[in-house]
T-cell receptor, first 109, second 117 residues
């Protein structure tokens, strides 16, 4: 089976940097994805790492270390609109995704 | 980017009735769609994988006779919650994988909020 651990909540101020860690245990690994979900909305895709290293997409970056079964999402120059829940997800055979419990990010002025 | 729609966005029904939720890929073909359920302040739990032209694959603990899935075309999958009960009240979200695009990206619909009275 698959299991993922991520912090439940993080609070930061506008302009700050937040790192959301995700550790996983899987029986098969096809990559680590990150999704953002605002309250009442559907998840939106942020990034995907299949190989070790850092992927940068604007203010958001994602990192993966397969040997450590660990990844993180880095949110830079935080804005109020970044207040949302962030989920890491592991891909498995059949393109199934298993989601972590989610990290609620609260951005304060 | 690819767009997935769901209908209805919100439904309230009486206990014992059945509710059908549609998931459509609007600008791409999806041989595979996924149905998730999300309870308040919890993560998304995969319920089943919907395969075009074949039977759906259900995750452990999900009753296939209660949650009927039909993937009749490359752009439409339906989830029918049969004989709904209050404990079925949840946020149901579908996602689709673009058969001709990035195999690793799933596109999510806006979700359907079901309330069973």
């Amino acid at each position: 089976g698959q299991s993922l651990e991520q912090p439940s909540e993080v609070t930061a101020v506008e302009g700050a940097i937040v790192q959301i860690n995700c550790t996983y245990q899987t029986s098969g690994f096809y990559g680590l994805s990150w999704y953002q979900q605002h309250d009442g909305g559907a998840p939106t895709f942020l990034s995907y790492n299949a190989l070790d290293g850092l992927e940068e997409t604007g203010r958001f970056s994602s990192f993966l270390s397969r040997s450590d079964s660990y990844g993180y999402l880095l949110l830079q120059e935080l804005q109020m609109k970044d207040s949302a829940s962030y989920f890491c997800a592991v891909g498995a055979a059949g393109n199934k995704l298993t989601f972590g419990g989610g990290t609620r990010v609260l951005v304060k002025p | 980017g690819a767009v997935v729609s769901q209908h209805p966005s919100r439904v309230i029904c009486k206990s014992g009735t059945s509710v059908k939720i549609e998931c459509r890929s609007l600008d791409f073909q999806a041989t595979t769609m996924f149905w998730y359920r999300q309870f308040p302040k919890q993560s998304l739990m995969l319920m089943a994988t919907s395969n075009e032209g074949s039977k759906a694959t259900y995750e452990q603990g999900v009753e296939k006779d209660k949650f009927l899935i039909n993937h009749a075309s490359l752009t439409l999958s339906t989830l029918t919650v049969t004989s709904a009960h209050p404990e079925d009240s949840s946020f149901y979200i579908c996602s689709a994988r673009d058969a001709g695009g990035d195999q690793e990206t799933q596109y999510f619909g806006p979700g359907t909020r079901l309330l069973v009275l």
